[in-house]
T-cell receptor, first 113, second 113 residues
Framework: KAGVTQTPRYLIKTRGQQVTLSCSPISGHRSVSWYQQTPGQGLQFLFEYFSETQRNKGNFPGRFSGRQFSNSRSEMNVSTLELGDSALYLC????????????FGSGTRLTVV | DQQVKQNSPSLSVQEGRISILNCDYTNSMFDYFLWYKKYPAEGPTFLISISSIKDKNEDGRFTVFLNKSAKHLSLHIVPSQPGDSAVYFCAASAQGGSEKLVFGKGTKLTVNP
């Protein structure tokens, strides 16, 4: 079966711009979580969506937002980009429970210049 | 406040020997623990997990040990192979895995031929 698909794979944006990243979960998976990976901080939880509702949220500023569509596809948006937002953004899907059975996508590498 | 700690950023071992990766946690609510492996330019891949009702779980060459009183878990890889060279993340979750995963910062394992 197809895995978790994240698009685009690479992105370069300028400070102050906004960006939207997309994640298509494994078919049948209803939970989608987003993580930010940076060299110094490891994987940090952004938020989790389940059946179009945000179920969990991490400690990120309001510039980071997300949504989930009825087909479970999810998008995350970062507004007013800062240099420190440069990171690998990973999406993970699971059937229902958040932590158990995560499958990660390959990520979107965002570079803010 | 880092709830999951991997104190060794890197580890180097010889092929055929044992690799031991360590992880400590501070949140006593965590009751489900996972190890993920990550290659460059790919998303993390689930390796093995353990529930707090157990103290050991094996899967082939991989064994995870959990010491609840010490809030410590370790991943043993025996025998280590060059293909095991990757970054290993420890993750923890509460509510039997239904809460978000909290990750450590990772340990880069290098297995030398």
């Amino acid at each position: 079966k197809a895995g978790v698909t994240q698009t685009p794979r690479y992105l370069i944006k300028t400070r102050g711009q906004q960006v939207t990243l997309s994640c298509s979960p494994i078919s049948g998976h209803r939970s989608v979580s987003w993580y930010q990976q940076t060299p110094g901080q490891g994987l940090q939880f952004l938020f989790e969506y389940f059946s179009e509702t945000q179920r969990n949220k991490g400690n990120f500023p309001g510039r980071f937002s997300g949504r989930q569509f009825s087909n479970s596809r999810s998008e995350m948006n970062v507004s007013t980009l800062e240099l420190g937002d440069s990171a690998l953004y990973l999406c993970a899907s699971s059937l229902d429970r958040v932590g158990y059975g995560y499958t990660f996508g390959s990520g979107t590498r965002l570079t803010v210049v | 406040d880092q709830q999951v700690k991997q104190n060794s950023p890197s580890l180097s071992v010889q092929e055929g020997r044992i690799s031991i990766l360590n992880c400590d946690y501070t949140n006593s609510m965590f009751d489900y623990f996972l190890w993920y492996k990550k290659y460059p330019a790919e998303g993390p891949t689930f390796l093995i997990s353990i529930s707090s009702i157990k103290d050991k779980n094996e899967d082939g060459r991989f064994t995870v040990f959990l010491n609840k009183s010490a809030k410590h878990l370790s991943l043993h890889i025996v025998p280590s192979q060059p293909g095991d060279s990757a970054v290993y993340f420890c993750a923890a979750s509460a509510q039997g895995g239904s809460e978000k995963l909290v990750f450590g910062k990772g340990t880069k394992l290098t297995v030398n031929p």
